[in-house]
């Protein structure tokens, strides 16, 4: 699976953004896909997520009301959608993909096989 994340960009806080995370090479419709993040000098930290049989999708705490995640399988594609962003948002976003992990682990940035190459997240107090 190849993953092409876009979307970012630079936005004042309170401010709205939409990544999108567009997948080749293989169908999404049965591929759990999440979205972390990785801010400067941090590790990388879970943002959001499907589990590939399951629609109901799952938050981080700190972005849950703000944040939607959800996908289009007849595109291939999986967006997120960010609202009333704080300047605690910025980060390099990413998308990721995995076919075989297991539901604890959804949240785990070292289960996922497959990594879009990141876009950058700015959001200006």
């Known amino acids: 699976v190849q993953l092409q994340a876009s979307g970012g960009g630079l936005v004042q806080a309170g401010g709205s953004l939409r990544l999108s995370c567009a997948a080749s090479?293989?169908?999404?419709?049965?591929?759990?896909m999440a979205w972390f993040r990785q801010a400067p000098g941090k590790e990388r930290e879970f943002v959001a997520a499907?589990?590939?049989?399951?629609?109901?999708?799952r938050y981080a705490d700190s972005v849950k009301g703000r944040f939607t995640i959800s996908r289009d399988n007849a595109k291939n594609t999986v967006y997120l959608q960010m609202n009333s962003l704080k300047p605690e948002d910025t980060a390099v976003y990413y998308c990721?993909?995995?076919?075989?992990?297991?539901?604890?682990?959804?949240?785990?940035?070292?289960?996922?096989?497959?990594w879009g190459q990141g876009t950058q997240v700015t959001v200006s107090s």
């Open positions: 090479g293989r169908s999404l419709s049965r591929t759990s």
């Open positions: 499907f589990f590939r049989t399951n629609s109901v999708p």
């Open positions: 990721a993909a995995d076919q075989s992990l297991i539901l604890s682990s959804l949240t785990t940035a070292q289960q996922y096989d497959f």
